[in-house]
């Protein structure tokens, strides 16, 4: 009996409870077809969708995906705008809604799923380890966390590492590590340093910390006070860092090597080797945030390899555990050795099941073909979408580095998005709503880069009638 098949039998993912799960409030259920397409699409058995015609764009027109989408609204808080489309299964980088209709994933989940859908050696690992030992909490040691620290040292700057569950938790660790240090650092001092730099177009997440780093307005403004004493920047300036990071006054410099959720912007050598050098002299802290653009999406491991400089912290997240949720922060020796048992930690942070997924990942995107084989695959998605949309009136630039690309247009990107969707393409947006993200499967072929890259420039034509209304 195959892993699969064993997972399917085991209480593992009880299929027998989605009726009570989705029991709709008139009584009637869509849950047959929904097994049906989940069993389908774990048998690697799924059927192309039927063509999708662009005037049908705003109609769904199935019962099933309808009764999804009111059930949500009924039972969820409103948080996420929604694409209305209800994904039950995937595979490589396809992924199927309930009417089995097909999409190239250009999201990967919001750059997650680097070995796309249902990876072979991936379910493996999460089936294997889930029938030994899924959750014991830090109370205890565990043979899959030690192991993937001892992977994440060995193949990085870093000396020590720190568990949590998302790149939200990280940032938080990485901020509390940082005033611990700084307290550490200078005993001596009444008021140790405490304040932080951020940059214009960050994104840290969205816990109050995290918040508190990230520059959108609009996401803080309602929640605040958020966490004081921090300082925005113009992202590359170097002058104004320069003048900004004070000894006694600034406690870390938080930064992204490449900006992912602000727009594709990526930062130059000099800009961080500055901010290196102005840290070293004032005392502080330099964290790079690569929760989005690590972990092989450049075509290396660390997005800050490219420029030669290293971190005194390094946050990582999204496609660490493949599509589980789990977060990390890797420090030098020197940072740790101020952090003390019980100053921070986390119940769930580094179980058996998600390390041991994370194992596989980071196994297999270490390899240096494999980043070898993600630089080749940007290089041509970007020669790709020159020739297709670079005439194109309302494409600004076309950026990226490695499977991260940006197209900045001059208009709002979402009719666009909703244009690919309904010609089965999925993507994303960044910026300011004006930046086509394009975050694949780091195992996606150049057969689906010239798909995807023709779907965008078939429904370019959208463009035109948003930029006349």
Request: with cysteine.
């Amino acid at each position: 009996m195959s892993s699969l098949h064993m997972f399917l039998n085991n209480s593992v993912s009880p299929m027998a409870d989605l009726s009570r799960l989705f029991k709709l409030e008139n009584g009637r259920h869509f849950v047959k077809a929904y097994v049906r397409s989940v069993s389908a699409s774990l048998k690697l058995d799924m059927q192309a969708p039927a063509s999708v015609n662009l005037e049908d764009s705003g109609r769904l027109g199935f019962a099933e995906s309808k009764e999804v989408m009111e059930m949500e609204r009924s039972v969820l808080v409103g948080t996420y705008a929604r694409a209305p489309v209800v994904l039950s299964s995937g595979k490589g980088c396809k992924l199927y809604d309930v009417e089995g209709r097909e999409y190239i994933d250009m999201t990967s989940g919001i750059a997650v799923n680097a070995l796309g859908h249902g990876d072979q050696d991936w379910v493996k690992a999460v089936v294997e380890q889930a029938n030994i030992l899924t959750h014991v909490s830090n109370v205890y040691y565990s043979i899959p966390q030690v192991e993937l620290a001892k992977c994440l040292v060995e193949c990085s700057f870093a000396d020590r590492v720190f568990f949590s569950n998302s790149g939200t938790e990280a940032n938080e660790a990485a901020i509390k590590f940082a005033r611990k240090f700084q307290r550490f650092s200078q005993p001596d001092e009444r008021h140790p340093a405490t304040e932080f730099i951020s940059f214009s177009n960050s994104f840290h997440g969205r816990t109050m910390g995290a918040l508190a780093l990230t520059s959108k307005e609009h996401y803080r403004s309602p929640f605040e006070p958020v966490m004081p004493g921090v300082t925005f920047l113009e992202y590359g300036n170097i002058q104004a860092a320069k003048e900004a990071i004070k000894h006694g006054k600034t406690a870390a410099v938080f930064v992204e090597p490449i900006q992912g959720e602000g727009g594709i912007y990526g930062a130059t050598k000099e800009f961080l080797q500055s901010l290196r050098n102005a840290c070293d002299d004032a005392g502080a802290l330099l964290v790079f945030d690569e929760v989005q653009c690590g972990l092989g999406r450049t075509g290396y491991l660390w997005a800050h390899e490219a420029y030669g400089v290293a971190p005194d912290m390094m946050t990582l997240a999204k496609p660490l555990a493949g599509g589980l949720p789990i977060g990390a922060v890797l420090l030098t020796e020197r940072v740790a050795t101020a952090i003390n048992s019980g100053d921070h930690g986390s119940t769930f942070a580094g179980g058996p099941l998600v390390c041991n997924a994370a194992l596989t990942v980071l196994d297999k995107i270490r390899k240096p073909a494999f980043l070898a084989s993600v630089s080749k695959k940007g290089q041509y998605l970007k020669e790709l979408l020159t020739q297709k949309l670079g005439g194109n009136p309302h494409v600004k630039e076309i950026r990226g580095f490695g499977l991260i690309t940006g197209i900045e247009l001059d208009v709002p990107a979402s009719p666009l998005v909703d244009a690919c969707r309904n010609s089965g393409l999925l993507i994303l947006t960044s910026g300011k709503g004006n930046v086509v993200r394009l975050v694949p499967p780091l195992i996606i072929s150049e057969q689906e880069l010239e798909c995807a890259a023709e779907i965008l420039s078939g429904c370019m034509p959208v463009l035109d009638k948003s930029s006349s209304n």
